[in-house]
Each structure stands twice: as structure tokens, then as C-alpha cells.
């Protein structure tokens, strides 16, 4: 059974508790640098003040480990959120506690309060009945708006749901889960999922998901030496998990069994060490000299990958080609994102380096859905479901 949306929830007049993921990057001077999801959360708030709600918005910012640590306030959240917003944003100095429940008690309907940083109480991720009861009693209805955060079970996403009989999600909610829920049901085909970044330790369980449901998967980023290290081909001294070789060659059997097309670099662009302004030259092919390490796919590789995504007609995008965030070794990953915005396919990209890549190009809105979350993107694709999303199914 799906969570109740927000707009079925009975809301007018009453304390709402609206969970949302106001962890946005900051500039020096501590305002925020890309307000992308205090926006996307937009809907759900202004929704609520709308029908007259006394509008309580929790998150947290940043990891100040359970202390109090000014450089991690929601101050320039709740800053920006009122200039959004066009009215008056209040930041309580605490999310619990006497002085906290004072100001909600003086909360008329159609104003918005914002709670302080909720990982200042150890109890927020530990998931401390406690605390959760403290949160739970502020309000009268819970609303989780905070995809990107609905993989943790903490006490704002998990723990105070129970004492709650009017509990839903937002929006931006239920936009993320009907977009990942389309590749997860029935795709249309062909359906190319590409994956880079780091670690292939990341991304097994993902891949192990997406096996039964695409037709090709596309490898890049510091994983794809990974899966080279097991086939026997010489990776130099880029990155390899060496403890994952064998889990992987499990792997590339079974995409084998399945009969899923798995594209690997063909060839890399390399240099001596990673920093800006090193020489950099291509591999004929596959094998890396020793000397060497992988910092980019190569345009043999290019040609390939983006070949295979114009035939998509779904996409699934997460993790950079390569280090893309030193030119030129960028070149992979926006040649992928300038192919999969060409298409009309319904694409989906996640992941914080992806997202910051399409952004750079200029392409995000070329892309169908752009997901707030990576790492809740991925367990989501993964296991079909999140911790935060399966209290909100739970009885009281």
C-alpha cells in the first residue's frame, strides 16, 4: 500500500510536521550555494500553508556528530526558503525542547516555523525513542518530504512516525518514487542503465537488481577497473577493489547468463598522477601501462557508449565516467550527458557527481527526472522500497 499524499491528508488548522532534505551545500560566507532542494520542496510547503497549516520543516545539515556546532545551522536554509517562499521564515534554536514547543503553541495557521539543525541531538541518528517521542509531540500530522534522507533510519524519518495517525509524504516524495518505480515496473526497451563513479562496491547490489530488468549496462569511472582486473586485463595503478574481483567475476557471468550487454571501456584516457595539468595520453585499447592510471574513458569508448544510448528509450544514469571534475578528464562523462539529453527516452539521472556534471553542462533539464537523493535512489532501485517509507506503511 502506497503512503498517503499530502493533499488526502486532513491538514487545515492543524500542526504539520513536514520532514524535508534542506542538506544543501554552503558558500564561505555561509550562504547556500545550490538551493535545488530547498525548491524541490516547494510544493509540499506551499501546499500546506495554503490549506491553512501551521507548518513545522525539520532537517538536518551537514555531520556535527550529536553537538551543537554553529557552522552547521539551518540558518542559511530557512534565509533562503523565505526569500523563496516571499514571506517571513522563523529558525527556532533548537528542534525539541520547552522554548521549542512555545514557539509552536504561538504558530497560526498559514506560517512556517523551521526547526535547528536535527542532527544536533545524538538521538536524531541513532533513532533515540526518546527524541522521536520529543519530535512526535510537536505536531499533529507528519508529512516526509525528504526523499533524499529516506534511506536512514533516524528519528525524523523512522522513529516518530508511529506516534502519528495522520502520517503521508510530499510531493517531491511521491514525484522520486513514481519516477524510480517506472524503471522498476516496466520499463520500455531497450533500457541502458549507465553506471561510474568510484567504487563498483557502491553499486554490486544495483547491479545485481538491474540484471533481471535491462537489456545493456555501461561501466565507467574508477568501477570499470574493477571489472578489467577480473577478466585479466592490466589496469596499471588506477583504482581496483581487489577484495571485490571475485564477486564481480560472479557477476559478469551472470549478466552473461542473462543475456544483458555489459559495455566496459575499450579504451582509457590516462596520466602519471591525478591533478590538474598533467600530461595525459589514450590507450590503444584496454591495457593500462603500469606506470599509468585510468582518469577517464577514451573516445573509442565514447563512440561506443553514447552509440548504445541513443537506442535507450529508458536511461538510467548514475556515477561520472572519470574524474570530471578536473578538465580534461571531464570529456567522458559530458559526452554521455550531451547523449543522453539529446534523446527523447525517459531518463532518470542520481547521484550528487552526476547531477553537479549535467548541471555544468547545462543539461539538467534536458534529463526526465533528476533525483534528490543518490544513495537513496540506490537502495530505493535496489530493494524497491526505504526505511522511511516503510514506517509510514507500519500500524502504530
Known sequence: MAPTPIDHLPIAGKRVFIRVDFNVPLNKDGTVSDDTRIREALPTIRYALSRGAKVLLASHLGRPKGKVDPAFSLKPAADRLATLLGTAVKLVPDCVGAAVQEQVAALSAGEVLVLENLRFHAGE?????????????????????????????????????????????????????????RLLADPERPFVAILGGAKVSDKIGLIRSLLPRVDTIIIGGAMAYTLQKAQGIATGKSLVEADKVEEVTVMLAEAARRGVTLLLPEDHTVAAELKAGVPSSTTPGREIPGDQLGVDIGPQSIRAFTAAVRSARTILWNGPMGVFEIPPFDRGTRALAEAVAATTSFSVAGGGDTVAALTQAGLAE???????????????????????????????
Open 125 to 181: 541518528e541513532k533513532n533515540e525513542p526518546g527524541f522521536a517521542r520529543a519530535l512526535a509531540a510537536l505536531a499533529e500530522v507528519y508529512v516526509n518530504d525528504a526523499f533524499g534522507s529516506s534511506h536512514r533510519a533516524h528519528a525524523s524519518v523512522v522513529g516518530m512516525v508511529r506516534h502519528f495517525a495522520g502520517r503521508g509524504i510530499g510531493f517531491l516524495m511521491r514525484k522520486e518514487i513514481d519516477a524510480l518505480s
Open 366 to 396: 534536458k534529463i526526465s527526472h533528476i533525483s534528490t537523493g543518490g544513495g537513496a535512489a540506490l537502495e530505493f532501485l535496489e530493494a524497491g522500497d526505504l526505511p522511511g517509507l516503510a514506517a509510514l506503511r507500519a500500524e502504530s
